[in-house]
């Protein structure tokens, strides 16, 4: 059977029946493919700066002649490929805030991530806690969101009219949490509007490291065997923390067991976007409460090394 076909009124040469159902079943064969493709979860796994990144392309093995794909977008590296059976994307988030939050967003324009993994380290805060040590937060802070008060005269602060009194202060400062907008999760136009002070790690990417913790095989640092754990909060700012009263006072304000200055701006990107998030920190000092100079140049290379293994134990977990 031939299908013919009229163009401007001339009859164009008769189509082969079966041939044309041949290539309709092609293309919608190729477009299923393709939507299967898209549905594939693709993981991003992230690094703030060179030591984290030369750590996760140590791991994983990247490379062109892995079989891994270079593309650059805004002058910043991106690595695809594929880790087992999973599709990921390795990255740069870039050091402090503003570039954490401005790289991610810039990786999930303009790739079709799925879920946020990020390996790095941070200054630890919890004082049960040693270089060396990995923690897994269940939620992040921005300390640096804060109102900065005139004394009173009388031994207190005066407070604006817009600001309630919230987290006990640190002399001057006082936290206020994050004010975020992110899309309504139901078709109703507009915006949602929240004030935020701590922002979740995803709960199914938690479940996945606490699995994956017993697994892993022995790391350790000096000559001690490094603890990872689950749990508890972490803080992040634009600031790099070595002063040990403040430490002391993230750990009992915020039960900070660690602080950074990326983290909270990653994970409250993945909040505004809807995407999942999961953050491992290493810790390659104490924040100040060491004694002397802050050891972290000594310590941060060995100490992502340590997070991007306990990443991939959890990445080979999901």
Same mark, same amino acid.
């Given at each position: 059977m031939a299908l013919a076909l009229l163009y401007n009124g001339r009859m164009l040469r008769p189509l082969n029946f079966p041939r044309f159902k041949v290539f309709i079943a092609l293309f919608i064969f190729a477009a299923l493919a393709r939507g299967a493709e898209l549905a594939k979860p693709l993981y991003a796994l992230c690094g703030a700066y060179e030591p984290e990144l030369a750590a996760l392309k140590k791991e994983f093995g990247v490379s062109a002649a892995t079989g891994w794909t270079?593309?650059?977008?805004?002058?910043?590296?991106?690595?695809?490929?594929?880790?087992?059976?999973?599709?990921?994307?390795?990255?740069?988030?870039?050091?402090?805030?503003?570039?954490?939050?401005?790289?991610?967003?810039?990786?999930?324009?303009?790739?079709?991530i799925t879920h946020v993994l990020f390996a790095g380290?941070?200054?630890?805060?919890?004082?049960? @806690?040693?270089?060396?040590?990995v923690v897994i937060p269940e939620a992040w802070a921005n300390? $640096?969101?804060?109102?900065?008060?005139?004394?009173?005269?009388?031994?207190?602060?005066?407070?604006?009219?817009?600001?309630s009194r919230g987290r006990d202060n640190f002399g001057m400062i006082f936290p206020t949490g994050t004010e975020v907008t992110r899309a309504s999760d139901s078709d109703h136009?507009?915006?949602?509007?929240?004030r935020v002070e701590l922002f979740p790690a995803d709960a199914e990417l938690l479940a996945a490291a606490r699995r994956a913790v017993p697994k892993l095989s022995?790391?350790?640092?000096?000559?001690?065997?490094?603890?990872? %754990?689950?749990? $508890?909060?972490?803080?992040?700012?634009?600031?790099? @923390?070595?002063? %040990?009263?403040?430490?002391?006072? @993230?750990?009992?304000?915020?039960?900070?067991?660690?602080?950074?200055m990326e983290s909270a701006a990653l994970a409250q990107v993945a909040y505004a976007n809807r995407k999942p998030v999961?953050?491992?920190?290493?810790?390659?000092?104490?924040?100040?409460?060491?004694?002397?100079?802050?050891?972290?140049?000594?310590?941060?290379?060995?100490?992502?090394?340590?997070?991007?293994?306990v990443l991939h134990g959890v990445l080979d977990t999901l």
């Open positions: 270079r593309s650059m977008v805004n002058g910043l590296e991106f690595w695809r490929g594929k880790v087992g059976t999973k599709d990921v994307i390795i990255c740069r988030t870039g050091v402090s805030m503003v570039n954490a939050a401005y790289q991610l967003q810039l990786a999930l324009d303009h790739f079709p380290v941070a200054g630890g805060t919890d004082p049960s @806690l040693e270089v060396g040590d300390h $640096g969101e804060a109102a900065y008060l005139n004394e009173d005269g009388r031994g207190g602060y005066v407070f604006p009219d817009y600001l136009p507009g915006e949602k509007s929240e022995p790391m350790t640092k000096s000559g001690r065997t490094v603890n990872v %754990a689950v749990g $508890g909060n972490g803080v992040s700012a634009t600031v790099f @923390l070595d002063n %040990a009263r403040y430490r002391e006072w @993230l750990f009992r304000i915020w039960h900070a067991r660690c602080t950074d999961l953050i491992i920190r290493g810790l390659s000092d104490l924040a100040g409460g060491q004694h002397g100079k802050n050891p972290i140049d000594a310590n941060e290379m060995q100490v992502s090394e340590i997070a991007i293994r």
